[in-house]
C-alpha cells in the first residue's frame, strides 16, 4: 500500500516516562505503515530540556506557530523530587505553560465517547468540550491575612499620576482576608477569539458564563469583550454556519450543562475552567480518554492528550512488569494533529486516515478491547484486558481490516 505523503512538516514534541514509550508504539504502528511522515522532531524529554537549557521547548513553540500544526507527547514538570531524580541544572518551567505562553493560546479539552462507558450523566450524548482561559484571575493574586483593624482600599495610580481609591472594607480588630485580583484586556480578547474560532473550526456552539450580575466590572468585562468581538467579527460567519453564541450567568449554564445532551463548546474563565474540567473527565469517565488542543488566536494548533505521564504504570514497565496503559487520547493527538494538517495541505487523504484511525481505535473498544483503566468502568459484557502494545497492535489490525 501507498504511504499518504505530506507537504508541510508535523512538529512533533516527544516527552516523558510512559508516554514516550506509547509515542514510539504508535508511531511504529499506526502512522508510519500509513503515512510518510513529514515531521520536525523537537525531543521535549527532561533530560534533553536540562541538556539545552529548556531552549528545545523554546524552539518548538517558535516552530508550531511557523507551522501551524504540533502533536505534544506529555511531558514531566519538574518538581523538588524531579530535580533530583535527573539531577536537574534547574526547576525547568512547565513545558506546556511555556508552550502556551509563547504561542497565547487557550486549551480546549474534549472527552472522548465511545459505547460501552456511559457518561454519569444521563442526558449527555455528546461530547463537551471545555475551554479554559489561562491567565489571570486567583491564579495570579496577591492576598493578604489580617489580623487587627484597619481599613483596606483598591487603589490605582495611573501612569499619568492619576489615582483611584475605593473602600473595600474597613476592618475591626478580628481581621479576616482580602485579595487583589487582575486581569488584561488583550488576554481576554484572545481568549474571545480562540473559542470563536475554535467554535468555527468544530461547527459546534459556543457557551460563556460568568458573574456579571454580582461583578459588574470585572465579569461584566469579560461579557462585553466577548459580546463586542462576537459582534464586530464573527456573528455573520456564525449564522452561515448555523451555530450560536450564547453567554448567560455562570450559575445558568452550569444548570443547563447538566440538562444538556452535549455537543457544545464551553468558555470559562480561568477558576470555572479549572474546576468544571476536572468534573466534565470524571463525569465522562477516564482522563485517559480527554484529549486536549491549545489554540492560538491567530489559528496555530497543537494537539496533546489531557493525561500526564502516567509515572505510576513507567516504573512498572521499567521493572519489567507488563503494563496496561490506555493510548487513546494520545492517538486522538496524533489524528487531530494529522487532520488539521491535511486540511491545511488540502491532503484529503490524509484527513481520511485520521478519521479512519479514530474509528478504529473506537471500534476496538467497543468490540470489548481495551486496557485495564477502562475495563473498570465499561458497561460491556466480557471485557478482554490488553497490555498497552497488544491494545494498540489491535487497533492497527482493525484499521487494516478497513483501509481508509
Ligand atoms: P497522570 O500521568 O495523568 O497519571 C495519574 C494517574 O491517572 C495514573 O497513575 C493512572 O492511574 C491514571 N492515568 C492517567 N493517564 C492514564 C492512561 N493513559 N492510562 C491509564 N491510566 C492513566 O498524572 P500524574 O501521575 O499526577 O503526573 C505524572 C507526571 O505527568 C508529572 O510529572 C506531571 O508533571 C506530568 N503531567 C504532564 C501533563 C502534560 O504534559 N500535559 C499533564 C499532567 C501531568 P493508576 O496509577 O491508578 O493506574
Ligand atoms: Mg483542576
Given at each position: 500500500m501507498d504511504r499518504i505523503a505530506m507537504k508541510t512538516p508535523l512538529v512533533e514534541m516527544?516527552?516523558?516516562?510512559?508516554?514516550?514509550?506509547?509515542?514510539?508504539?504508535?508511531?511504529?504502528?499506526?502512522?508510519?505503515?500509513?503515512?510518510?511522515?513529514?515531521?520536525?522532531?523537537?525531543?521535549?524529554?527532561?533530560?534533553?530540556r536540562n541538556e539545552t537549557d529548556d531552549q528545545v521547548t523554546i524552539d518548538s513553540a517558535h516552530a508550531t506557530a511557523k507551522y501551524g500544526v504540533a502533536v505534544k507527547c506529555a511531558t514531566i514538570t519538574p518538581n523538588a523530587a524531579r530535580v533530583k531524580e535527573y539531577d536537574l541544572k534547574k526547576m525547568w518551567k512547565?513545558?506546556?505553560?511555556?508552550?502556551?505562553?509563547?504561542?497565547?493560546?487557550?486549551?480546549?479539552?474534549?472527552?472522548?465517547?465511545?459505547?460501552?462507558?456511559?457518561?454519569?450523566?444521563?442526558?449527555?450524548?455528546?461530547?463537551?468540550?471545555?475551554?479554559?482561559?489561562?491567565?489571570?484571575d486567583v491564579y495570579s493574586n496577591t492576598e493578604m491575612l489580617l489580623e487587627k483593624a484597619g481599613k483596606a482600599e483598591l487603589v490605582f495610580t495611573g501612569a499619568d499620576g492619576s489615582e483611584k481609591r475605593q473602600l473595600i472594607h474597613d476592618f475591626d480588630e478580628n481581621g479576616g482576608v482580602i485579595q487583589g485580583l487582575h486581569n488584561c484586556t488583550p488576554s481576554i480578547e484572545s481568549f474571545a477569539r480562540s473559542c470563536f474560532n475554535y467554535a468555527l473550526d468544530q461547527k459546534q456552539d459556543l457557551w460563556f458564563g460568568a458573574?456579571?450580575?454580582?461583578?459588574?466590572?470585572?465579569?461584566?468585562?469579560f461579557k462585553d469583550v466577548f459580546q463586542e468581538i462576537y459582534d464586530s467579527e464573527y456573528k455573520e460567519k456564525f449564522e452561515a454556519l448555523g451555530i450560536t453564541y450564547f453567554y448567560?450567568?455562570?450559575?445558568?449554564?452550569?444548570?443547563?450543562?447538566?440538562?444538556?445532551?452535549?455537543?457544545?463548546?464551553?468558555?470559562?474563565?480561568?477558576?470555572?475552567?479549572?474546576?468544571?474540567?476536572?468534573?466534565?473527565s470524571s463525569a465522562f469517565g477516564?482522563?485517559?480518554?480527554?484529549?486536549?488542543?491549545?489554540?492560538?488566536?491567530?489559528?496555530?494548533?497543537?494537539?496533546?492528550?489531557?493525561?500526564?505521564?502516567?509515572?505510576?504504570?513507567?516504573?512498572?514497565?521499567?521493572?519489567?512488569?507488563?503494563?496496561?496503559?490506555?493510548?487513546?487520547?494520545?492517538?486522538?493527538?496524533?489524528?487531530?494533529a494529522l487532520r488539521k494538517r491535511g486540511e491545511l495541505d488540502d491532503i484529503p487523504a490524509?484527513?481520511?486516515?485520521?478519521?479512519?484511525?479514530?474509528?478504529?481505535?473506537?471500534?476496538?473498544?467497543?468490540?470489548?478491547?481495551?486496557?485495564?483503566?477502562?475495563?473498570?468502568?465499561?458497561?460491556?459484557?466480557?471485557?478482554?484486558?490488553?497490555?498497552s502494545l497488544d491494545f494498540i497492535k489491535e487497533i492497527r489490525k482493525t484499521l487494516e481490516a478497513e483501509p481508509a
Open positions: 516527544d516527552g516523558d516516562e510512559m508516554t514516550r514509550i506509547l509515542w514510539k508504539m504508535i508511531k511504529d504502528e499506526l502512522i508510519l505503515p500509513f503515512v510518510d511522515l513529514k515531521s520536525e522532531y523537537y525531543d521535549l524529554g527532561l533530560a534533553y512547565s513545558p506546556n505553560g511555556t508552550i502556551r505562553s509563547i504561542l497565547n493560546g487557550t486549551v480546549f479539552r474534549t472527552p472522548i465517547i465511545v459505547k460501552g462507558i456511559e457518561p454519569n450523566v444521563r442526558s449527555w450524548k455528546k461530547p463537551i468540550t471545555i475551554a479554559r482561559h489561562a491567565y489571570g458573574k456579571d450580575t454580582i461583578s459588574k466590572q470585572y465579569d461584566h468585562h448567560s450567568l455562570i450559575d445558568d449554564i452550569v444548570a443547563r450543562i447538566m440538562k444538556s445532551e452535549g455537543g457544545m463548546i464551553w468558555a470559562c474563565k480561568n477558576y470555572d475552567g479549572d474546576v468544571m474540567s476536572d468534573m466534565i477516564s482522563l485517559a480518554m480527554m484529549t486536549s488542543v491549545l489554540v492560538s488566536p491567530s489559528g496555530v494548533y497543537e494537539y496533546e492528550a489531557a493525561h500526564g505521564t502516567v509515572q505510576r504504570h513507567y516504573y512498572k514497565h521499567l521493572n519489567g512488569e507488563e503494563t496496561s496503559t490506555n493510548s487513546v487520547a494520545t492517538i486522538f493527538a496524533w489524528s487531530g490524509l484527513m481520511r486516515f485520521a478519521d479512519a484511525l479514530e474509528k478504529a481505535t473506537i471500534a476496538t473498544i467497543e468490540s470489548g478491547r481495551m486496557t485495564k483503566d477502562l475495563i473498570l468502568i465499561t458497561t460491556l459484557p466480557d471485557p478482554i484486558a490488553l497490555n
